[in-house]
């Protein structure tokens, strides 16, 4: 479970994250939808602490992360799987070695296993025969995918991807959302997903917040997104046509 | 003024961030001997190159500037080999490193930073500045005081090579002055130096990438500032150093 407590972030001076809170459940999919520079990308670095809060604090079960120092955020750290906006490959090493850094930094597995699980989580996020490609040899969407294999390799408690499916065919994308959502479940991770894509939202949305020029306007499921009367959000999900359509 | 002392204050931290407990000896040693390769056996063409030219200039330099016919010419011999030992095998080999290693290592640290690659090794638990860092700092502070000792035989050989070439000093004079009076504490004087420039350039340039925000542009930016402000710490080091040093 991941709490947010009245998370606030300025930068010089601009309020960047305004007063946000909630509480996201472990095993469930949850959801942070907003446009472009609403602020979702700040929030998630914001809960990771790469962004120190200007006020406000995230417990990760109970846990006081804001509260703790260096090395004590360190072990919580190690529970963590983060996908980053743009994929954040070492580009010094190959796909392999990428998705086996986490493993040979923290796992004690023999330098089998370790190969064996990073080939297992490449193949579950449907990549084949790249591994000895470095990540300037590989497309975008497949850099996105190995990010997100590097990040389950060590089964994290707590998920984090920034807009995982972002720049994936429709095809692609599916496969990645329910690999989130399935594994989620599977390992009762608390999995957070920044997105702007209603078809994530409403394809594994378990809980989701809605934010906008910083602020929470509005949390609930996906049952209730399209019915709901916050006019912000309505404005940003009936932009398309498709979902007018669904809603009639 | 302020924007200066800020900065040193922020190098400060870095170096402490560096030296706090390095976690995994095997990964470290790993990237100390890749980084070897990188800092110090790249550099040892250029090494050989600059320090022929030098040894070669000083020895041509020395012998026509030597009019009076009291002054022997052996004196060529021993002038180049204090030459090439007290100053030219760390300043230059120190400035010239500054260039070539210094805006490696600012544009590498600068790139991983803006592409998120270090945001991913602090999402992970590691602690970026002492992984990155650290063995670049290893690999310099001992691998230039030997680039500085192959810098002093070949510039002295170089010496040798003009002299023989251009026939204006027997070659016998040349060798004999290179066993006049010589000081061995010059020779460990300037190993010291090289000693502090090799950590001067990798921490200076570590800094600069390290702390570089922004995109491209800023890379090149930072890499620039690496360059100029390693080489001024080493000019002003080499001051410091030699009143330290050689003043009786
Ligand atoms: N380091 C920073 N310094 C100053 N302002 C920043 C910084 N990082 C983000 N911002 C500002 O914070 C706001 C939110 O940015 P953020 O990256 O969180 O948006 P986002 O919701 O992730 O957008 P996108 O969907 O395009 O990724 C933007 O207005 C941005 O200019
Ligand atoms: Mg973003």
Same mark, same amino acid.
């Given at each position: ?21 909630? #509480? ?17 990308? $700040? ?14 604090? $995230? ?34 090493? #190959? ?79 599916? $496969? ?73 | ?46 090494? #050989? ?169 800023? $890379? ?29």
């Amino acid at each position: 479970m991941i709490e947010a407590v009245n998370i606030v972030k300025k930068f010089n001076n601009k309020i960047v994250i305004d007063n946000i809170s909630f #509480t996201f459940e472990s095993g469930k999919t949850n959801i942070i939808i907003g446009r472009s520079g609403s602020g979702k990308t $700040v929030l998630i670095k914001t809960l990771v602490g790469l962004i120190e809060p200007d006020s406000g604090y $995230v417990l990760f079960d109970s846990r006081n992360f804001t509260a703790m120092n260096f090395n004590e955020r360190k072990k919580i750290r190690q529970e963590f799987g983060m996908v980053f906006q743009g994929g954040a490959l070492f580009d010094s090493l #190959t796909v392999l070695d990428n998705v086996l850094f986490p493993l040979n930094m923290f796992s004690n597995l023999t330098k089998k296993e370790k190969i064996e699980r990073a080939r297992f989580c490449l193949n579950k996020v449907n990549l084949f025969n790249i591994e000895h490609l470095y990540p300037s040899e590989i497309s975008g969407g497949m850099r996105k995918r190995v990010a997100i294999a590097r990040a389950i390799a060590l089964n994290p408690r707590y998920l984090f991807c920034d807009e995982p499916n972002s720049g994936l065919d429709p095809y692609t994308a599916v $496969v990645i959302d329910k690999l989130i959502k399935e594994i989620t479940e599977e390992f009762n991770i608390t999995t957070i997903v920044n997105t702007h894509d209603m078809n994530s939202v409403m394809g594994i949305g378990d809980k989701i917040i809605f934010i906008h020029e910083g602020k929470k306007y509005w949390e609930g499921t996906k049952n209730e997104i399209l019915n709901s009367d916050c006019k912000e959000l309505n404005d940003f999900i009936f932009s398309s046509e498709v979902i007018r359509l669904i809603k009639k | 003024m302020i924007k200066i002392l800020y900065q040193i204050g922020e190098y400060l931290l870095l170096l402490k961030r560096i030296f706090s407990r390095p976690e995994r000896g095997k990964i470290y040693l790993k990237q100390t001997i890749e980084e070897i390769g990188k800092i110090g056996i790249n550099s040892i063409g250029i090494v #050989t190159i600059i320090s022929i030219f030098m040894g070669a200039v000083i020895a041509i330099q020395y012998t026509y500037n030597i009019e009076n016919p009291l002054i022997p010419l052996y004196l060529v011999g021993l002038a180049t080999r204090d030459s090439m030992i007290l100053e030219f095998s760390s300043t230059m080999v120190g400035l010239v490193l500054a260039g070539k290693v210094g805006s490696n290592i600012a544009s590498e640290l600068g790139t991983m930073r803006v592409t998120e690659q270090i945001d991913a090794l602090e999402s992970m638990g590691i602690n970026s500045a002492s992984y990155l860092i650290l063995p670049k700092i290893i690999a310099a502070i001992f691998f230039f005081p030997l680039l500085t000792i192959l810098s002093m035989f070949v510039g002295i050989w170089g010496g040798w090579l003009a002299v023989v070439v251009t026939k204006i000093l027997p070659a016998e004079l040349y060798i004999q002055g290179l066993h006049y009076a010589f000081v061995p504490f010059y020779v460990t004087y300037t190993l010291i130096k090289s000693f502090v420039f090799g950590f001067l350039v990798v921490t200076v340039s570590a800094y600069y990438g390290y702390y570089c925000y922004g995109g491209a542009l800023e $890379v090149g930016q930072a890499s620039t500032k690496a360059v100029v402000y390693s080489s001024l710490m080493i000019l002003l080091f080499n001051v410091i150093l030699t009143q330290l040093l050689l003043t009786r």
